[in-house]
């Protein structure tokens, strides 16, 4: 890659130079499960079974990594490694298994994904891995709960989901190397062009990229880069070894959504600002969090690590649990629906539905918060929308 590469180029020719033989200018989508070896262990371009690699997949990974890496010096930039699973939790459950093991410990964010907590608490508990919820707006609060000498990994999401906490990730970098520890930063929220955490100092990033990088809702899929090249090797082994890859389609529709990723979050990010707006002004709204706000507690760290503040939204209400869900069932344009980052709007009741698994923990969410993906249609019509579902919950508010 030359100097001159910037993001929205490599999001759209990374990996992808024209196929030498036809002079398509779109890889091929390879089906084809196992290859011809020219003798014993004499492979073609490095294919042998596609659990190991596909030539699709070869070609999403290198883009993932180019993207993650377009800030850093060329020689950092060789050792960059992007690899692609069938969701994002296949991608997580990589990153536990081949760095963790029974009795070391992390530190997780005490609004974690609740998926997150649920591999975290219910399948690597059991296992025999440990773990501490932390503010990761608070560096403080991270540095005391690691434990010395078994902590492995701080894990953090910025912006958090659902509550877009801010983390600071020079500073947590900095926390975790010197309890010897790596920082995961899942960037799922920002993707890669608002958000470079290789930037920061993080040592493993991770995605689904079901959400904004795919940015259809037609494809299940997840992807971690790593800068270390020991680190990536140890991801690669787990990767083949635990078989949690995407399908060749699954990688062409990723890639396809890679090339449009900038110009639609420049979209997301001035819709959320609209509706924003309106929610600043609105009397059921008690509380926004939405990191592109002065008044939020992230907001100059967000700023500072953030190209833009995205398309996520959440907020809380007056009337508690019953107000909010008479909001997200009013709602015309934002479909009611889980996941995030699509094209099209929607909106759903995080504690009935994307971070169930978290009630009853110290990780609960509030009762009265919705949360949005703000789409990229007309910011007016969304405005629209989302002023009458408010409106029409304020009377059985009122009442």
Not at 158 to 182: F, R
Not at 367 to 386: F, M, P, W
Request: charge should be negative.
């Amino acid at each position: 890659m030359s100097t001159g590469d910037a993001f929205e180029t490599l999001a759209i020719h990374a990996g992808q130079d024209p196929d030498p033989l036809t002079g398509a200018v779109v890889p091929a989508v390879q089906h084809a499960s196992t290859y011809k070896q020219d003798g014993v262990g004499g492979l073609r371009s490095g294919f042998e079974y596609a659990r190991s690699g596909n030539p699709t997949r070869r070609a999403l990974e290198e883009c993932l990594a180019a993207i993650e890496s377009v800030d850093l010096a060329a020689s950092a930039q060789a050792d960059v490694r992007g690899l692609a699973f069938s969701s994002g939790l296949a991608a997580e459950d990589a990153v536990l298994r081949g760095i963790c093991k029974p009795g070391d410990h992390i530190v997780i964010p005490d609004d974690a994904y609740g998926g997150t907590y649920r591999l975290v608490s219910r399948v690597h508990g059991p296992w025999g891995l440990e773990h501490t919820a932390a503010a990761v707006s608070d560096p403080q609060a991270v540095a005391a709960a690691i434990q010395p000498g078994r902590t492995k990994l701080v894990w953090v999401e910025t912006p958090t989901n659902p509550l877009l906490n801010i983390g600071n990730i020079e500073a947590l970098a900095t926390i975790a190397h010197d309890a010897g520890a790596l920082l995961v930063v899942d960037n799922t929220f920002a993707s890669p062009y608002l958000q470079r955490p290789f930037n920061f100092g993080a040592d493993i990033v991770v995605y689904s990229t079901t959400k904004y990088l795919g940015g259809h809702s037609d494809v299940v899929g997840g992807a971690l880069v790593a800068r270390d090249a020991g680190v990536a090797e140890t991801l690669t082994y787990h990767q083949n070894a635990m078989g949690g890859v995407p399908g060749p389609d699954d990688c062409y529709l990723v890639l396809r959504g890679i090339k449009t990723l900038a110009v639609r979050m420049d979209r997301h990010s001035d819709n959320a600002r609209a509706i924003v707006d309106l929610l600043v002004e609105h009397p059921l709204v008690t509380e926004i969090r939405y990191p592109g706000l002065v008044s939020h507690s992230g907001h100059d760290v967000a700023k500072r690590q953030m190209l833009d503040f995205g398309g996520m939204v959440s907020f809380r209400v007056a009337g508690g649990e019953e107000a909010a869900l008479n909001i997200v069932r009013a709602t015309r344009l934002f479909t009611l629906a889980e996941s995030l980052g699509g094209v099209e709007s929607l909106i759903e009741h995080p504690g009935r539905m994307t971070h169930a698994s978290a009630a009853g923990s110290p990780l609960e969410v509030p009762s009265d918060l919705v949360r949005l993906s703000v789409g990229i249609e007309k910011a007016a019509d969304l405005v629209a929308d989302l002023r009458q579902a408010l409106d029409a919950a304020a009377p059985h508010q009122a009442g």
